[in-house]
């Protein structure tokens, strides 16, 4: 068979077994077996015979894929914010529109002299904001030790060593500021609501998704105590849930906090919330 045609199999075998674009699925884990860096360069090869050497492991990969295994956990890295990250059952597969947040903090605190990611998870936000940041030092925190670990894997991968500081913690337990920016996306799904999330979503940790009766819990506590930790101006950023921006906003107003912002993401869902410590 050629590539072309061993792809077409694995997609038709991914799409009956209820995996979504199933197409882009084998693409990315046909790329993995021949040790493509780039999906895109599997383009150049449709006609090439692959034998059983390569079939095999292929089968074995679109098995788990096909089981519910998240993509990302099978080959072992995700893209964010244009760079390649570790990614494992550790933390949570970082989402594409955590980009966004990224994005806001470097719009909203451009001179940022010093900044706390709290919730890192994988320390992708973290990772994105200190490369972007150069003059810039940047504290990341998480409750979960399996989390920090993997953020450190990150740290490392990108040369970041003395730039971002990791440390475990319960929210701002153990963080000293103050920070310029505190960014978080922290957990904000109604616990209720998490058996009924798609079985990829399932791989995440439960600490990583569950945000209490209502989603708030995380949240609710954050928003005081960073007040302690924050500069004059200093900035909070949120990543939320796709209905919770009035009842955050009414949190942030309730402690005082001033310049109190929702800000829609590409699907025009209020996915972030920003605030300044008056
Ligand atoms: C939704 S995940 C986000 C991970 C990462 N920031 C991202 O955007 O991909 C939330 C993270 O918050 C962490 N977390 C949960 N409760 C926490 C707490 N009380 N204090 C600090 N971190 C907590 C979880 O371990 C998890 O890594």
């Known amino acids: 068979m050629t590539a072309l045609e061993v792809l ?3 997609a038709g075998y991914l799409a009956k077994h209820g995996v979504e674009n199933p197409r882009l699925n084998a693409e990315h884990l046909l790329a993995h077996v021949l040790g493509k860096e780039k999906r895109i360069d599997l383009y150049l090869e449709f006609d090439r015979p692959l034998g059983e050497r390569e079939r095999a492991p292929l089968r074995d990969l679109a098995k ?5 295994e998240p993509l990302q956990h099978i080959l072992g ?6 760079r390649t990250f570790h990614c494992d059952a550790r933390a949570l597969i970082p989402r594409p529109e955590t980009e966004q947040l990224v994005e806001l903090v470097l719009k909203e605190a451009p001179a940022a002299n010093s900044i706390l990611d709290v919730g890192t998870g994988s320390g992708i936000i973290a990772a994105s904001l200190a490369i972007a940041l150069p003059e810039a030092t940047v504290h990341a925190s998480d409750i ?3 989390a920090l670990a993997l953020a450190a894997e990150n740290t490392a991968r990108h040369s970041l060593g003395n730039r971002l500081a990791l440390v475990q913690s319960d929210l701002l337990e153990a963080v000293k ?3 310029d920016a505190i960014v978080a996306n922290l957990p904000y799904i109604p616990a209720s609501e998490i058996p009924s999330l798609s079985r990829e979503v399932q791989h995440d940790p439960r600490r990583a998704l569950d945000g209490g009766a209502e989603g708030l819990d995380l949240i609710e506590r954050l928003v005081p105590a960073a007040r302690q930790h924050l500069a004059p101006m200093g900035l909070i950023a949120l990543e939320i849930g796709h209905d919770q ?16 912002a929702a800000h ?3 699907q025009g869902v ?7 410590h008056g």
């Open 270 to 276: 209020q996915r972030f919330v920003t605030a300044r």
């Open 64 to 68: 788990r894929r096909g089981e519910g």
């Open 177 to 179: 500021g103050p920070f």
């Open 264 to 266: 829609p993401d590409y």
């Open 144 to 146: 979960s030790p399996d």
């Open 8 to 10: 077409k199999a694995a």
């Open 245 to 260: 921006s009035e009842k955050v906003c009414a949190i942030l107003a309730v402690h005082n906090y001033r310049d109190i």
């Open 77 to 82: 890295t995700v893209e964010f914010c244009g």
